[in-house]
């Protein structure tokens, strides 16, 4: 021992010491930071997106459905805590195991094998994980979720914590995993294990776990419930900038993440489609969503959501469309690595490249611009990035680029095809896993440098078929094939039709295209344009006719070249037309440089004209002038540019064309132009070009005077395609002054004292409309009218006379309207003539109101006056006015009505209404009548005012109600409405009323009055009481809160009423009311502090409140327990209140408590309650025995914590933390947390399964409170080994056999061992399977989907083992592995993998590695032509086609052989027809093979090449045949040229006709195979349904899959329910594990009879304890270990010779044979089950209990006790009572009567699951493989179905008849060679 007292003391020997060194969890949560943040310029968020889906993508992979991957994201500006990002997929889930591995950082999918020893609860669960679809196109495999490390690397990258939800497919539970930063950091400063965690496990939709403030995560565990299997990955913590980013960038990285995702979610041909229609995924139905919600200041926007099948400008989708042709290519690596490419060409199209170009990637140059800031469109296509994007498993891996290969770049001279076309090509690699990448998948290691490599080889694929040709002549070809058809530099617009070129060749005349306009380089060429054309003698200068191209076009084009067709200029000197190549044009040249060279020769032509006005009166430009006036004479001279005056065309080709001018004068009418005046006037010697003067030009409107030269010949005005020199001079003609004028349109009609205007209209002498002179003033006239106007208005060309006013009578026309016509006539000074017409005047509008009588009226009260009314207008006419009305209100006392008369027809009327009628009125009273005229635009009509008397009348106007409270009191009135009080239910007496007129006189109550006297309490009254003035007796309401409102009222419309109001009163005291203001709930011992209210009420239930306060001591409080003496009663606020009551200790419950006051009396209920807590106990649970369960197993009842008082009593009191504590060695599943307690004091954990070791465990609840920690009682659980849970498998096989195609495997024997580690009894053959597969990859060890299976045999008499014999080995030769896989619905097992060698068998034939086609050869000089082979390489083969020539070596013996009875056979070089060449391990080399020159032979005679193997190891009798090469001879060069051609061509056709009927073949034998297969799957299904019948299953269950798995369920239920049911269990302490102990006596038995089980453990109690051992020596271990307190019973110490025979019968049948005695007598040990170890059980078990013999009763005992002695020895006899006779005959008293299985503590036999659980299991096993045989059988159907299908597609028709033309072909080529057979 070493002592260490100071850190730097001196060592005094070589010391150790024991260190940690386990990685910071900044491996995890900084594990990706740098390689995201190495994002050469790009944002690396998406990425790490991506590392999410990759894991989505892997999880749904094996989906039947659809595959659903949701990015949901929630964002919260206000609380930062509830920004979440999930993950959600529907793949297979994950089980516990499975999350637990995902935590593992850098466990890999390789590593994974580790733990298959491991419990599973899914079929398959890691051998799933290793599935992968090898066949997939590009690799879209879905298997990229590979090393373990990108998804932690991801989450920790975008936030600080994640939680990982997820539920496996046919799993109930569902399993939850959380890891965090902040975590981390705990348990570091807590100095805990930082790699380890908790998977909580909860039902589906269970969010109880979650707080109320994360509604996210709670809405997310809803859903759950819809979802049969899932995976939610949720990360919190987000970074702030990532948010940002997210919210920002939305569209830009969805974008990505669809580029990432290209090929997984559009299938192999990419994003092809354009509709904008979305429609079914083409690709395995991955659906890929994104969804952002957004909460800014507490409102939530609405959610963004996008599909990424939806995004169509991601680059990959632009490439794949923008695409015109495509190169695919394959590249092969050494070893298995397959590169599958795709070239893309994107055209020059539009005056544009069309290469997509991604403005995020950084490699992407700036647009540059020229010195005007306008863009320069010149760019390279693909700039400076690389040709190729990396793809792997189908999955972008976004930072490796490929620049090019060798064959693909840019070459170093230059070729005939631009280099323009290199940058105009993109590409992409897709890779499979055989290629490594970068753990967080972004970039290669490996790819570039072994593509690179020399010995990798490229091919190019054509129709899916591989092309031997070299890739770089196939690239260079394809190329140039894309530059000439789909490259468009020059755009052919402006299309005229198609023409025949007469100036071409005849074949090349037609069709050739006509166009106005070409655009090339940007630069835009028209019709009618200047040109330059270059490379001609001399340089071509001219105008642009049209533009031709060659072809038949209908329309705008693109394309590389054509003709252009010009006027050559200047015209004048050439006037001529030439066409040349459009490549001819010089598009350097500018216009001005064009036009500099044509206008020195065009200068002499006439250029400008020289007017001059010798007279005056000249035109000038845009001049208005005055109809009339006069133009002047004109003179004209032309000038040409070097402004010389000419008078005809100079040079030679205008010899004789002298020039003339044309004088035009245009009128621009508004029905067009019209020329009113032309001449022409000619040069002659002596005078000039002359015009003269014009006086004609009167029309009005715009004018053009035109002077054009023409040419004199002609008259034409243009001259070599150009115009002549013009003038035009443009003027206006206006009109003169007036002279004359008319009226215009009136708008009548016309109305008294209404202003209206008159419209007068102007015109000068030629009747043009011309404008008034200012001066011009009118008069008007009219006889019986006066006329005025307010002035005139000039306005265009009219005078206006505004404001005009007629006053005057009108006559009466008809009885409504009066009317009249009168003659007005219009002068106007300084016009001479006048104008007269009629006009018709109507009455004007309303102006006043005539009432009549005009003096004051008298009328008595209650009548209506009447009034007569006219409406007048300012002359005094009788008018109306529409929707007029003449109102009248009276004023001077409330109440009057209102009297309305219509006037809008008739403008008069008599106006009267209701009658008049004054209340209390009783002296005569004037008022006032105000008449007005109501109406739109009448306020200005004064009102009428006219006085009314109104005399009073004699009718009752009121009346007076009298009430007398005492018989002898004087009565009082009452005021209307006054309230008077009475006892409630009581009646209110001595009422009488008396009535009045409006003078105030009292008006007697007589037989016409009677009736209308009205009283509401009463329907009908007493004739006589009213006549006496009296009213019938009121009734009180029996409430007080009630009122009760009483009318006396006269019904004669008069409204004469009166009214007064009774309110009741309480009466005596007859009740007594009690109530706890508040909770009645009183905990024990404590005092009820809610007051008690008391209330007394009279019989109607109305509370008395003027009660003396003193009344307080009259109450009496009693009742059961009451402690009288501290109760108090008070009187507060009105109320009794009794206080202070309080009990004696007592139990829980109900009291009563009596409130008397006199004779009154009532009761309160209070509830009494447990006290605070202070115990704990578990309900359902007998603390006194030990709980029994198997290891995995649930315990028997649900876990529930109860607090409890003193007393014991319930104590329901919430929120107290409850914590389970126990045993380090015992794990409870799921975990119990601590909880506090719900509103009853419980706390639930539910069903618990237990996990531990073999032994006993304590439980212990403890509860924390305020006032310290209550500790519970203990559980005792007892965990014993499950022998139906299978821990590992014991493969068994002879290692060094060997393994033949097509032979037998040898025999492997399989072990499955259960928890007791021993053969698990119950394990089936059908659950045990044996996967062969060839190997590919010497780290691939798990078994791919194209393995094959073999199921075993059950070894006879040994349960547990199996094994597998009489399988046939593969026909594939190579290393293979075998793995022997376990599962049975419940738990799954794996073996180690086993690698085997398959040899091939011995060879039975000789072939060729490569199809060598049919050899041509010729006699001739040239030695190439003599070539017969050039090089062939020959092996020995299997009969399954394996090479088989390892160790085989000797010589190929070549011949060439001639059909039979030929001669003339060719020879090889040196003359022979023979050779021997060595063959090597199977292998021979045939090189350059050439004939003899001038060697014999016939021509177009087909020859043998024969290849026959010499080989000692070949036996003499199984001589191989030879391999046979059939050629031609041919003489002649040429011959044999075309006759090679046609050979190969035959070669061709025969490996096509082969494909095809390869391909017919396999069809029709997968066609017979579909069938087979249908057939013997629905055998197979026929069978089980017959067997699940005998099951008593209904054949009504079993229709469909839905209806099976259904059934399945309600089976497995049940059978669970069965399993997990309470059963008796022995409860002994069980053994310490070893295999030569065997177990106490109790454990080794079970017995299905409780009462059997009862007496039997009683009568063995003594040996229940004793522990069974195989031998002495381990009993002795035993018996030391305990220091002699435990029993033990070696096997091997007991005589076996007196053990009895478990096979004889009852000793009764012996000696009476016929007896049937009663009490069901049977042997003990009949009822005895023995679970394992049956052979030694019996050993055990026949000692101890020997011939023990169990009937039903005691009295049935005694009498076949007394039966069987007459002939022989009884044994011991026991009863299901409980008693016993022993062997002796004794029985009776303590000792022989067996004590309660209760009291047996524990020491009793279990009990076995019923039979019924058998039954299940049977049941639901067969059901299990009916719904697979039906499944299958279905399948089977579909692929049948879709086979026949398929081949009646036009595809495969064609495909028939393809081959047919192909046979067809072939035999004419046959008949071509020579041949009368056709090879098929």
């Known amino acids: 021992m070493y002592v260490l007292r100071d850190i730097n003391q001196e060592l005094c020997a070589p010391a150790e010491e024991r260190v940690s060194y386990l990685p910071h969890y900044d491996t995890i949560v900084k594990g990706g930071m740098y390689e995201y943040y190495a994002s050469e310029g790009q944002n690396p968020l998406p990425y790490a997106f991506a590392e999410l889906i990759d894991n989505a993508l892997a999880a749904t992979a094996n989906n039947s459905g659809p595959r659903s991957i949701h990015i949901r994201m929630h964002f919260d500006d206000m609380m930062a805590s509830r920004n979440a990002l999930y993950v959600i997929d529907n793949g297979k889930g994950m089980t516990p195991r499975q999350l637990n591995n995902w935590a593992i950082y850098r466990l890999s999918k390789f590593i994974r094998k580790d733990k298959r020893g491991k419990v599973s609860f899914i079929e398959d669960e890691d051998a799933e994980e290793e599935k992968k679809d090898d066949l997939a196109p590009l690799s879209l495999n879905s298997d990229i979720s590979y090393f373990g490390v990108g998804g932690k690397q991801a989450v920790f990258f975008i936030g600080n914590s994640v939680r990982m939800i997820s539920k496996p497919k046919d799993s109930k539970d569902v399993h939850e995993l959380t890891m965090s930063k902040e975590e981390f950091q705990m348990k570091e400063r807590n100095q805990e294990a930082i790699y380890s965690g908790v998977i909580r496990n909860r039902k589906p939709g269970d969010f109880s776990h979650v707080p109320e403030t994360d509604e996210n995560v709670r809405q997310i565990i809803k859903e759950e419930n819809d979802r049969d299997n899932f995976t939610v990955v949720e990360i919190k913590g987000i970074n702030p900038d990532h948010i940002t980013y997210l919210k920002q960038r939305f569209k830009e990285w969805t974008r990505q993440l669809a580029h990432i995702y290209h090929y997984y979610i559009h299938g192999p041909s990419g994003n092809v489609d354009e509709d904008k229609n979305r429609s079914t995924s083409p690709f395995k139905n991955i659906d890929i969503e994104v969804t952002m919600i957004n909460r800014v200041h507490n409102r939530t926007y609405p959610a963004i959501h996008i599909n990424l099948r939806d995004i169509d400008d991601d680059m990959q989708t632009q490439f794949v469309r923008s695409a015109a042709s495509t190169f695919e290519f394959k590249a092969k690596v050494e070893g298995s690595g397959v590169v599958e490419g795709i070239l893309r060409y994107h055209p020059f199209l539009y005056d544009r490249e069309t290469y997509p170009s991604d403005l995020n990637d950084p490699r992407m140059e700036p647009e540059t611009f020229d010195e005007h800031d306008y863009a320069i469109n010149d760019r390279p296509a693909r700039g400076r990035r690389p040709i190729f994007e990396c793809y792997w498993n189908g999955r972008l891996i976004p930072y490796t680029f490929i620049e090019n290969f060798d064959w693909c770049a840019e070459p170093k001279k230059t070729k005939n095809i631009p280099l323009d076309c290199y940058n105009r090509v993109s590409g ?10 970068s753990t967080n998948k972004l970039t290669f290691l490996d790819l570039e440098m072994k593509l690179k490599e020399k010995n990798t080889a490229y091919s190019r694929i054509q129709n899916s078929q591989e092309k031997r040709t070299t890739i770089e002549r196939e690239f260079l070809t394809w190329l140039k094939e894309c530059h000439e058809q789909c490259d468009k530099q020059i755009f052919f617009s402006g299309y005229k039709g198609q023409c ?54 209908d329309g705008d084009v693109y ?31 500018s216009h001005q440089m064009v036009k500099r060279n044509l206008e020195e020769e065009e200068a002499k032509l006439p250029s400008s004209l020289v007017i001059s006005w010798p007279e005056g009166f000249e035109v000038k430009q845009n001049e208005k002038r005055p109809a009339g006036k006069t133009i002047g004479a004109i003179k004209i001279e032309i000038l040409n540019r070097k402004r010389e005056f000419i008078s005809k065309l100079p040079g030679t080709a205008a010899n004789s064309k002298k020039l003339l001018v044309e004088l035009k004068v245009i009128w621009h009418s508004p029905h067009g132009d019209e020329v009113i005046v032309s001449h022409i006037s000619q040069h002659g010697k002596n005078w000039p070009y002359w015009f003269r003067k014009m006086e004609n030009i009167k029309n009005l409107g715009n004018h053009t005077l035109q002077i054009q030269v023409i040419l004199n010949e002609s008259g034409a005005n243009t001259y070599a395609g150009k115009e002549l020199p013009s003038h035009k001079i443009k003027f206006c003609v206006t009109e003169a002054e007036p002279e004359k004028f008319t009226v215009g349109m009136l708008d009548g009609p016309f109305y008294i004292g209404v202003p209206f205007q ?3 209209e102007f015109q000068d002498e030629f009747n043009n409309p011309t404008k008034p002179l200012g001066k011009a003033v009118p008069v008007l006239e009219a006889s019986g009218l006066e006329l005025t106007f307010e002035g005139t208005l000039i306005k265009g060309n009219n005078l206006i006379v505004k404001g005009v006013v007629a006053k005057g009578k009108v006559g009466l026309v008809n009885s409504n309207r009066s009317s009249n016509s009168f003659q007005l006539t219009i002068h106007v000074f300084g016009i001479e003539n006048s104008q007269t017409m009629k006009i018709r005047l109507l009455p004007g509008p309303p102006k006043s109101i005539m009432v009549k009588p005009e003096e004051e009226l008298e009328i008595e009260n209650g009548t209506a006056p009447q009034y007569s009314i006219e409406i007048h207008d300012e002359s005094g006419n009788l008018t109306s006015s529409a929707k007029s009305q003449v109102q009248c209100k009276f004023t001077g006392v409330s109440g009057l009505p209102t009297y309305t008369l219509m006037c809008s027809d008739v403008g008069s009327g008599i106006l009267t209404g209701e009658p008049i009628l004054i209340k209390r009125m009783k002296d005569a009273q004037s008022i006032t009548a105000k008449f007005e005229l109501l109406g739109s635009g009448l306020k200005d009509v004064s009102s009428v005012q006219r006085k009314l008397k109104i005399l009073p009348s004699g009718r009752v106007a009121s009346i007076e109600v009298f009430y007398q409270e005492e018989e002898k009191g004087e009565a009082k009135a009452l005021i209307n409405g006054e309230t008077i009080s009475g006892v409630a239910g009581e009646y209110i007496r001595r009422l009488s009323f008396k009535l009045f007129d409006e003078a105030g006189r009292e008006v007697e109550v007589d037989d016409k009055l009677f009736p209308k006297i009205k009283t509401n309490w009463v329907q009908k009254t007493n004739k006589d009481m009213i006549f006496s003035g009296k009213l019938p007796d009121v009734k009180v309401p029996a409430s007080v809160s009630d009122v009760k409102y009483c009318q006396i009222s006269l019904q004669d419309n008069s409204g004469t009423d009166t009214n007064f109001v009774v309110k009741p009163t309480a009466g005596v005291p007859t009740q007594l009311k009690c109530k706890c203001d508040g909770s009645n709930v009183v905990s024990i011992g404590e005092t009820f502090t809610t007051p008690v209210i008391i209330t007394v009420k009279d019989k109607y239930g109305n509370e008395i409140l003027d009660l003396d306060k003193k009344t307080a001591n009259e109450f009496n409080v009693s009742g059961n327990g009451i402690i009288s003496k501290d109760v108090k009663v008070t009187h507060e606020k009105g109320n009794f209140v009794v206080k202070n009551i309080k009990f004696d200790e007592g139990a829980v419950g109900t009291k009563d408590v009596q409130i008397s006051w006199n004779d009154l009396r009532d009761f309160v209920k209070i509830e009494m309650i447990a006290g605070p807590p202070s115990k704990l106990s578990l309900p359902g649970w007998d603390l006194e025995e030990t709980v029994s369960v198997y290891n995995g197993n649930a315990l028997p009842n649900n876990l529930i914590i109860q607090l409890c008082d003193a007393g014991g009593n319930p104590a329901k009191v919430p929120d107290v933390r409850i914590q389970l504590t126990k045993e380090p060695k015992i794990k409870l599943i799921p975990g119990p947390q601590p909880s506090k307690t719900n509103d009853a004091g419980q706390v639930n954990y539910g069903s618990l399964s237990v996990s531990a070791p073999r032994g006993t465990y304590e439980i212990q609840p403890k509860a924390f409170t305020s006032d310290g920690a209550i500790l519970g009682p203990k559980l005792r659980i007892h965990v014993q080994p499950d022998p139906m849970h299978p821990t590992e498998m014991k493969v068994d096989f002879e290692k060094n ?24 009894a119950s394990a089936k053959a059908s659950s045990l399977s044996m996967k062969l597969w060839k190997m590919e990859v010497s780290t691939q060890k798990n078994p791919p989907p194209r393995a094959q299976s073999y199921s075993p045999d059950a070894v006879k008499n040994q349960p547990g083992v199996f094994t597998f014999k009489d399988r046939r080995i593969p026909e594939v030769a190579g290393v293979h592995n075998i793995m022997i896989t376990y599962y049975d619905g419940k738990y799954e097992l794996f073996s180690n993998v086993m690698t085997v060698d398959v040899k091939p068998g011995p060879p039975v034939k000789l072939a060729p590695v490569e199809q060598p086609g049919t050899p041509t050869v010729s006699n001739t000089h040239n030695a190439s032509a003599r070539c017969l082979i050039r090089n062939l390489r020959l092996e020995l083969r299997d009969k399954f086609d394996n090479p088989a020539g390892l160790g085989y070596s000797g010589k190929v013996h070549i011949e060439i052989t001639a059909p039979s009875g030929e001669t003339d056979v060719p020879n090889f070089i040196g003359g022979t027809r023979k050779l021997d060449l060595t063959l090597t391990n199977g292998q021979c080399m045939l090189s350059n093979l050439i004939l003899q020159e001038n060697t014999s032979g016939k021509d177009g005679l087909e020859y043998v090449l024969t290849c026959e193997v010499k080989c000692d190891r070949l036996q003499r009798n199984n001589k191989l045949p030879p391999y046979e090469i059939p050629f031609l001879f041919y003489n002649d060069a040429k011959k044999q040229t075309q006759m090679a051609a046609l050979s190969k061509e ?17 069809t029709e034998q997968l066609v017979s195979e579909l069938k087979i297969s249908v057939h013997e799957a629905q055998q197979e299904e026929t069978r089980l349904k017959e067997d699940l019948r005998r099951q008593k299953i209904a054949l009504v269950q079993l229709q469909s899959v839905e209806s099976v798995e259904k059934l399945l369920h309600l089976k497995t239920k049940e059978k669970e329910l069965l399993f997990t049911a309470p059963r008796r269990t022995c409860t002994l302490n069980a053994v310490p594990h070893d295999p030569d102990i065997i177990g106490k006596i109790g454990h080794l038995a079970l017995v299905s009879d409780t009462d059997i089980a009862r007496v039997l453990s009683w009568h063995m109690s003594a040996d229940m304890d004793c522990v069974v051992t195989k031998t002495t020596a381990k009993a002795k271990d035993v018996y030391k270990m305990t220091h002699g307190k435990q029993q033990v019973l070696p096997l091997d110490s007991i005589f076996k010779k007196n053990l009895p025979d478990w096979r004889k019968p009852l000793p009764h049948l012996k000696y009476r044979s016929s007896w049937k005695p009663a009490g069901n007598p049977m042997y003990a040990r009949d009822m005895l089950v023995f679970p394992k170890h049956e052979e030694e059980c019996k ?93 299958k059988c279905k399948k089977a159907k579909e692929e049948l179905q879709e086979q026949l299908d398929h081949m009646k597609l036009p595809e495969m028709q064609d495909k028939y008849k393809e081959c047919k033309e192909a046979e067809s072909q072939l035999k004419d080529i046959e008949q071509k060679l020579g041949h009368d057979n056709v090879i098929s």
């Open 1546 to 1562: 035959r070669d061709n056709l025969q490996t096509v006709i082969r494909t095809y009927k390869s391909l017919f073949e396999t």
């Open 559 to 589: 394309a590389t070249g054509g003709d252009i067709e010009i006027f050559q200029e200047p015209r004048s000197l050439y006037d001529e037309v030439k066409i040349v190549p459009l490549s001819k044009l010089d598009r350097t040249a």
């Open 1739 to 1831: 050993i055990v078990f026949g000692m101890l209990l020997g011939d023990t013999l169990i009937l039903d009763t005691l009295e049935q005992a005694n009498n076949y006790r007394q039966e069987l002695v007459k002939f022989t020895f009884c044994p011991t006899i026991l009863t299901r009572e409980g008693d016993r006779i022993r062997s002796n005959g004794k029985f009776g008293g303590l000792m022989n009567k067996a004590l309660p299985i209760e009291k047996l503590r524990g020491a009793v036999f279990g009990e076995p699951m019923p039979e019924k659980y058998q039954d299940l299991f049977v049941q639901i096993e067969m059901l299990q493989n009916y719904k697979v045989t039906m499944m």
């Open 500 to 553: 025949v070129r007469n100036d071409l060749p005849k074949a090349k005349q037609t069709p050739w295209a006509s166009y106005d306009q070409v655009e090339w380089d940007g630069k835009t060429y028209k019709k009618g344009q200047m040109i330059r054309i270059a490379r001609t003698m001399p340089v071509l200068l001219g105008t642009i006719k049209q533009f031709l191209l060659y072809g038949e076009h």
């Open 428 to 437: 992409i690699l897709f890779t499979n896993d055989h290629f490594q990448v």
């Open 1297 to 1320: 056999a060997s393994f033949v195609v097509g032979e037998k495997v040898p025999d492997i024997i399989v072990k499955v061992i259960s928890e007791d580690d021993s053969p698990m």
């Open 758 to 760: 008159i419209p007068l």
